[in-house]
């Protein structure tokens, strides 16, 4: 089969990052002749990059439209990414879909449908599942070895960003133009990992701080509280305001705990299921015999590794380790906790959908931010 043709719509910071790897032949079976941006600067950028050897377009339309590529990467802004893969799948091409899928339910909704019906291949650029901690992770929990889950931990505050990042782009952190902070930009990773892993929750309930530490009027610190349909309970805490920060995943199970924290990924395991062990323990202190056991993990190919699955699908029919379909839940997330926060009360899932639209539309015809960008291209490498 022939390499599939690549065109990236959006070409800065990670945009870029997708454009060069693919340029330099390091996705067998892929090649990149397009790129797109509607910012002058970044076409001249990619006019100096590619020397004449990819085609350029000042809209992502005109590149979907030219016929001159079977797939396209698309790091746009995130209110486009549904539209732009809407086009892209209902004219015959396959999309692969920058986090988030989209800023509301109510969008990504209409997005699967469209991907349902077109046949061609859907993926969302969740490249952390490629990381073997997290793969390990999914693995024992949903192999029932960890036993049923009693409780989930899950801190995710090394997304360290300064005033520079916020004020780099002007729909950076607004509510018109990015739909959101830290759950809408860092922490969609971390929200599918961790519904990727434990499973979705019942019901949410958070608090939000909306510039807490930034000049910004969208939220840049996150606690949230989730009960899960067994009755497990969880708890996701997120910031961009925290130095050193932590990243650590705690989940507890019938059979003892996973605990992922510093690079290193320990399995404490019950030898006997700790619910049966409180029914037939004769004393009331003792606990079950309990293994330590230090798992070995490997490191993952992050964006690299989910375009190569994501062309490896198109061309050979190998399943996609992130379904663009699968991008919903993490939206699903961050939207209820963003709606709990404004309600002040706990949201059931799955919600109103309208209900979420109407309150995000009245943040943003409300607002009174006035942002002073830059409008600056950052470098993206090494910041996931």
Known sequence: MKDV????????????HHAQYLYGNEIPGAKLVAVADAVPAALDWAQTRFEGNVQIFDSPTAL?????????IIATPHYLHPPLAIAALKGGIHALVEKPAGVYTKQVKELNEVAEQSGKI?????????????????????????????????????????????????????????GGGVLLNQSPHNLDLWQWICGMPSRVRASCGFGKYHNIEVEDDVT????YPNGATGTFITATGEVPGTNSLEIVGDRGKL???????TFW????????????????????ETWKIEIPTKSGEDHKGITKNFVAAIRDGVPLLARGQEGINGVTLANA?????????????????ELYYQKLQERIQNSTFKKDSEGKSLEFSGTF
Not at 131 to 138: P, S
């Open 5 to 16: 043709r690549f065109g990236v719509l959006g070409i800065g910071g990670m945009g870029r």
């Open 64 to 72: 979907l439209q030219s016929g001159t590529v079977d797939a396209v």
């Open 122 to 178: 859907f993926g969302i650029m969740f490249n952390q599942r490629t990381h073997g901690a997290h793969q390990k992770l999914h693995e024992l929990v949903h192999s029932g070895e960890l036993g049923e889950i009693k409780r989930t931990h899950y801190v995710i505050t090394d997304w360290f960003r300064s005033q520079a990042y916020y004020d780099s782009g002007g729909w950076r952190a607004t509510w018109e133009g990015e």
């Open 224 to 227: 949230a509280f989730v009960e």
């Open 259 to 265: 605990l992922w924290t510093e690079g290193k990924l």
């Open 269 to 288: 395991q019950t030898r006997v299921p700790v619910s049966e062990w409180t029914k037939t323990a004769k004393g009331g202190f003792e606990k079950p």
């Open 337 to 353: 906790m963003l709606l709990s926060s404004w309600t002040d009360n706990w949201v059931d899932l799955p919600f109103d959908d």
